[in-house]
């Protein structure tokens, strides 16, 4: 079972230096925390925002090669949650075959992103995750703490 | 895509190491001609240079890192990267090609040399410099800006070369 999840946003977490995506499922009912590092945060963001850099970033490269192969990307699924890590697969269409490549979720939402390609969340991992964990942590926040990229 | 004989007058580069400039929250990525008497310094972000880094010390990360990720669809789409070139510098900005291949078809792919020269050590891909960008490189003092950075801000790889 397979969720569709957005993006909505970034937020800084100044406790521990680093970013958060914010997942929502299409109904707004779940939500999907993912600790991201600084430059995926900003992979991420740039594609959010539609920005166009002056040299092709990362994940722009990567869309790149994807493209001069004529391989698609169809979608992206966070499969599993680990000892607070998240597991990804992106799956690409490619002549005839289909292919599943394991992928941090920080990379596969960038090029997702990228690609307009969807996000799933298998019900596993959404299930795994507690949301109460992030309302407490979200209840500490200071408003100054969000980003300009939080929605 | 360069013939043959478009690579012959390219100068193949070695990564030399990567060093972390105290000052900025930059690395710089050192290559060096084969005899060792040309560097080019490139200045590079911090995950690319740690991802260089990983590289050049053959770290396997956990988790796959983005570069790692691009080396995978290659070996799922069964496509090379075969070689990659530092093609020109404008206004302190380096410009790189990926040259990918597969079932003998070629591909040029634009790129900044930091993903060009992390992706080129995962797949043991030669790096090539053209002359014109060696001469235009801004690194006549580099030896001695070199010697002038303290030792402990070497990496790792650089210590080992």
Known sequence: ?151 | MPSPTDLDHLIPLKVHGVLVDPNTDTQIVVLRDEKNSEVLPIWVGTAEGTSIRLALEEVIPPRPMSHDLIYSFGEHLGFMITHVTITEVKNNTYYATIHISKNGIEKSIDSRPSDAIALALRTKGQIYVTPDVLERRGGENLDAWLAKLDPKSFGQSEAEA
């Not at chain 1, 929502?24 to 594609?47: C, H, T, Y």
């Not at chain 1, 192969?69 to 607070?84: G, P, Q, R, Y």
């Open chain 1, 1 to 151: 079972m397979l969720n569709q999840m957005n993006v909505r946003g970034l937020l800084f977490d100044p406790y521990n230096n680093a970013y958060i995506v914010i997942l929502r499922d299409e109904q707004n009912s779940d939500m999907l925390p993912i600790w991201v590092g600084k430059s995926e945060a900003s992979a991420i963001s740039f594609a959010l925002e539609r920005i166009a850099p002056p040299r092709p970033m990362t994940h722009d490269l990567m869309k790149t090669v994807l493209d001069s192969m004529d391989a698609k990307i169809i979608s992206i699924v966070l499969t599993d949650l680990k000892e607070n890590t998240y597991f990804a697969k992106i799956h690409l269409l490619y002549g005839d075959s289909e292919f599943s490549i394991d992928s941090r979720p920080s990379d596969a939402i960038a090029v997702a992103l990228r690609a307009e390609a969807p996000i799933f969340a298998t019900a596993e991992v959404l299930h795994k995750q507690s949301s109460e964990e992030l309302e407490r942590w979200l209840e500490n926040l200071k408003p100054e703490d969000f980003g300009k990229f939080e929605t």
